[in-house]
């Protein structure tokens, strides 16, 4: 019961957070439409920004966990263990929660500079870390074509492909609404990139022949 309260107060912190704003937002707010007492809340978060930070700290270890290859499938095919976590992470940016947050922060971030350096620390720089990793793993498997620095160039794949469509989403714009557009789009990203960076197969080694 504990852990679903503890639950249930983080969701609704989210969604009053993104709807109306940090500033405009309240513990007796979030108390009052979660159904419970503004104590059960300080008792787990001392603060307002102690709940925010947890919000995005929670919502930051959600991506991951929905995004992140296992490993075995990383060692099999690191390409394809990054496409899929790439598609994964798309449809994650654009759930309606990620973005209104977003929008919390562009409207209000300068207001509180704290906040959004615990933003960075708690959730952009992870998922820029496990797009690097998986970049690497497809460096050491031979597959990606020297003179490329990897941390550019996962944070260019990360704009291309989840980037624009994220900010087109946050001017209100209704793109890549359907699985079917968002895979479209996926498929065009990655080949404008990918076809760039990885190494052709050797087609012309008979099949069985030892490298």
Do not use: N
């Not at 609404?177 to 076809?195: I, L, N, S």
């Amino acid at each position: 019961m504990s852990e679903e309260l503890d639950a249930l107060i983080l969701r609704t912190a989210a969604r009053l957070f993104g709807e109306q704003g940090y500033a405009a937002t309240s513990i007796e707010q979030i108390a009052a439409v979660a159904g419970v007492g503004k104590q059960t809340i300080y008792r787990r978060h001392p603060s307002k920004e102690a709940l925010f930070r947890k919000v995005i700290t929670e919502l930051g270890s959600s991506f991951l966990t929905a995004a992140e290859p296992p490993a075995d499938a990383v060692s099999t095919d690191p390409v394809l263990a990054l496409r899929k976590a790439m598609r994964r992470l798309l449809d994650l940016v654009l759930a309606p929660e990620t973005i209104a947050l977003s929008r919390t922060f562009i409207g209000e971030g300068w207001r509180f500079p704290d906040l959004v350096e615990h933003a960075g620390a708690h959730f952009f720089d992870p998922l820029e870390q496990m797009i690097s990793g998986l970049l690497k793993a497809v460096d050491r498997a031979g597959r990606l074509k020297s003179g490329y620095d990897l941390q550019e160039t996962a944070e260019i794949l990360s704009g291309l492909l989840l980037g624009r469509p994220h900010q087109q989403a946050l001017f209100g714009r209704l793109a890549l609404v359907t699985p079917q557009e968002r895979d479209r789009y996926m498929d065009q990203g990655w080949k404008a990139v990918m076809t760039s960076l990885l190494k052709q197969p050797d087609t012309t080694r008979p099949a069985g022949a030892e490298a």
